[in-house]
T-cell receptor, first 119, second 113 residues
Framework: AQKVTQAQTEISVVEKEDVTLDCVYE???????LFWYKQPPSGELVFLIR??????QNEISGRYSWNFQKSTSSFNFTITASQVVDSAVYFC????????????????FGQGTILTVHP | EPEVTQTPSHQVTQMGQEVILRCVPI?????FYWYRQILGQKVEFLVS????????KSEIFDDQFSVERPDGSNFTLKIRSTKLEDSAMYFC???????????FGPGTRLTVL
């Protein structure tokens, strides 16, 4: 069974600080997909990134970067120079793929990390 | 940019009543999902739907729940007889393929009194 753990329930930082959100996953599949979603106070779920299990390259998108390490089953998310608008709940999620093509994409979410960025 | 839409944004109902939550997935997507999020908790998978049938469902998705794609654009979640514990935010999502990125609608907040 797949599982995602976000051990940090809440993080509070001051604007311009860097912050890293941790995500650890468990799966028995060799093919899987990892995601990060942002849930701002308005409540919608906003897609941030998708990574497949065969691509361990780190990714940077503006102030956001992601560090995928299969050896530790982690997919951490760093926000550089945080801003008040980054305040949200961030969810890490896992979808198991199936080499036989029968994956229907069920997402298993972590508990989420509440990030508060103070001015 | 195409997006998933959901109606209504907020539904209030009495315990025991039937509710239907509606979603319009992104038009070229083939996989459809419902998730729910009880206030302050994580997002939980309910059901996936592909090729006009349920492809996977969770333990939460019991006989009180059903899904339907009544036409080429809508995707609905029906709760036959609502309970207090069904109060949650219900999210619809769609993707082009199974393991592809799922794009979520804005959610329907269901309140059962």
């Amino acid at each position: 069974a797949q599982k995602v753990t976000q051990a940090q329930t809440e993080i509070s930082v001051v604007e311009k600080e860097d912050v890293t959100l941790d995500c650890v996953y468990e799966t028995r599949d060799t093919t899987y997909y990892l995601f990060w979603y942002k849930q701002p106070p308005s409540g919608e779920l906003v897609f941030l990134i998708r990574r497949n299990s065969f691509d361990e390259q780190n990714e940077i998108s503006g102030r956001y970067s992601w560090n995928f390490q299969k050896s530790t089953s982690s997919f951490n998310f760093t926000i550089t120079a945080s801003q008040v608008v980054d305040s949200a709940v961030y969810f890490c999620a896992l979808s198991e793929g199936n080499a036989g093509g029968t994956s229907y994409g069920k997402l298993t979410f972590g508990q989420g990390t509440i990030l508060t960025v103070h001015p | 940019e195409p997006e998933v839409t959901q109606t209504p944004s907020h539904q209030v109902t009495q315990m025991g009543q039937e509710v239907i939550l509606r979603c319009v997935p992104i038009s070229n997507h083939l996989y459809f999902y419902w998730y729910r999020q009880i206030l302050g908790q994580k997002v939980e998978f309910l059901v996936s739907f592909y090729n006009n049938e349920i492809s996977e469902k969770s333990e939460i998705f019991d006989d009180q729940f059903s899904v339907e794609r009544p036409d080429g654009s809508n995707f609905t979640l029906k709760i036959r007889s609502t309970k207090l514990e069904d109060s949650a935010m219900y999210f619809c999502a769609s993707s082009e393929a199974g393991p592809d990125t799922q794009y979520f609608g804005p959610g329907t907040r269901l309140t059962v009194l």
